[in-house]
């Protein structure tokens, strides 16, 4: 990388309250040391404290948290967070996140336990959108969530999914995710701009699979050495999830969203058979930057020290071999194309009903009047830069725009991808 790159403390200051908070560290023992002190990340006592905390403590199935794998997988997780070199509110953060986690899956191992019959619900078809950060999946997914014939996990759905001892009424589980979404930006206002988060929108996959301890969720947060992602896990914990959220519900399309479906388009696939994908396009010199610098904007909230470098080499490699593989095997057929819709950036933002309308004829999928309407009156209260802007560059993060759109001509080429 040529230059110096500037470092996060000098791209994102952090408020008063987060300084001082981190700043309790350096009295245990400086600010990696004292946080773990400060804030550990014990996997026993958590999961003592999780059944505790639930009211479970001599009931048959208090310390079933379902299938044999879990420990394994929830024990190297806690120990590589524990290890980690987060900041105090960092590891507040990620502990906060893991007990919720193990909560909801004693809850929901509980559910499975009890009515067989969520096995047999069928995920049919769910629509799922996918592509690289910054090229329009977040505002594509919720204007898709505005078809009246699509659900979509809902931020507290996925955070809370079943009624909790403190109160078994919706709007208990509202406010708790509510207070956990509202947070990030409250540790880092810039993120605001990047990503609204709030407990009545819809949440990528991501979110919704953080208590498989395998998912996407636990690396996109730090640099955690000694974690493996298990995305065999991920996908099985992720059907099972819908299956538990749709059980007793009027039948709906599922609307699912992750980036992350690029890079494991065959589990994908072999998980929900019968997906129909809607890929989003747009030019790598904007949205390569983009995926690194939200990417580190999470991991700046969690700790003071990230290893950019290796973060963007990650980051370019991932999703270059990944978009480009997807050209190339839609481009000899061996992905069905009557499952894969597109929607461009450009055209989206130009005319986004239209744009829709078009990926939904790919997929064989109805348009209804209903839907534009719900789309063009969403974005008459949603204006573009609301919660400010995210401004990046290739060269703020060590790339040069030939040199991404080089590395993913196969890519621009099979999808005529406009450059900005």
């Keep these: 990388m040529a230059g110096r790159l500037a470092t996060m403390a000098e791209r994102y200051p952090r408020p008063d309250w987060v300084r001082r908070v981190n700043a309790m560290g350096d009295s245990l023992g400086g600010p990696v040391e004292g946080a773990r002190r400060l804030v550990p990340i014990d996997p026993d006592a958590m999961v003592e404290e999780a ?17 044999p794998g879990w420990r394994a997988r929830f024990d190297a997780l806690a120990r590589a967070v524990h290890g980690s070199r987060m900041t105090v509110v960092g590891r507040l953060m990620t502990r906060q ?4 986690a193990l909560r909801t899956r004693l809850l929901q191992n509980r559910a499975w336990a009890q009515d067989a019959g969520i096995a047999s619900e069928r995920i049919e078809a769910p629509l799922v959108v996918t ?14 969530w505005l078809d009246p014939g699509v659900r979509a996990p809902l931020a507290w759905e996925a955070l809370h999914p079943l009624p909790m001892p403190e109160g078994d ?12 979404q509202e947070l990030w930006a409250d540790v880092q206002p810039e993120f605001a701009a990047v990503h609204e988060l709030r407990s009545d929108l819809p949440v990528e996959c991501v979110t919704l699979t953080q208590p498989c301890f395998a998912g996407t969720h636990w690396p996109m947060i730090g640099q955690l050495e000694g974690f493996a992602l298990d995305p065999v896990e991920m996908y099985a914990y992720e059907k099972r999830a819908l299956q538990l959220l749709q059980r007793g519900r009027p039948p709906a399309t599922w609307l699912l969203k992750t980036p992350g479906h690029l890079m494991t388009i065959d589990l994908l696939l072999g998980t929900f058979p019968d997906a129909r994908v809607i890929q989003t396009h747009r030019d790598p010199a904007k949205t390569m930057p983009s995926t690194v610098s939200t990417t580190a904007m999470v991991m700046w909230m969690r700790s003071n020290d990230i290893d950019l470098e290796l973060l963007t080499g990650a980051v370019q490699a991932g999703f270059s071999a990944a978009l480009n593989a997807v050209a190339q095997r839609r481009a000899e057929g061996s992905l069905p194309a009557a499952q894969f819709g597109d929607v461009h ?3 989206l933002l130009k005319d986004p009903v239209d744009a829709i309308r078009r990926a939904y004829d790919q997929i064989g999928r109805p348009f209804a009047a209903e839907h534009g309407e719900r789309i063009v009156a969403y974005l008459a209260e949603k204006p573009k830069g609301k919660f400010g802007v995210h401004r990046y560059a290739p060269e703020d993060w060590g790339f040069t725009a030939k040199g991404l759109r080089d590395d993913l001509a196969p890519y621009l080429s099979h999808f005529g991808v406009a450059l900005e």
């Design 169 to 180: 009424a919706e709007s208990v589980r509202v406010r708790a995710s509510e207070c956990e």
């Design 345 to 347: 950036f450009q055209e």
């Design 131 to 144: 592509g690289p950060a910054r090229s329009g999946t977040t505002i594509l997914f919720e204007l898709l």
């Design 97 to 100: 996140e893991l007990f919720r």
């Design 51 to 67: 059944v505790r905390s639930l009211g479970l403590a001599g009931d048959a199935l208090a310390g079933d948290f379902g299938d």
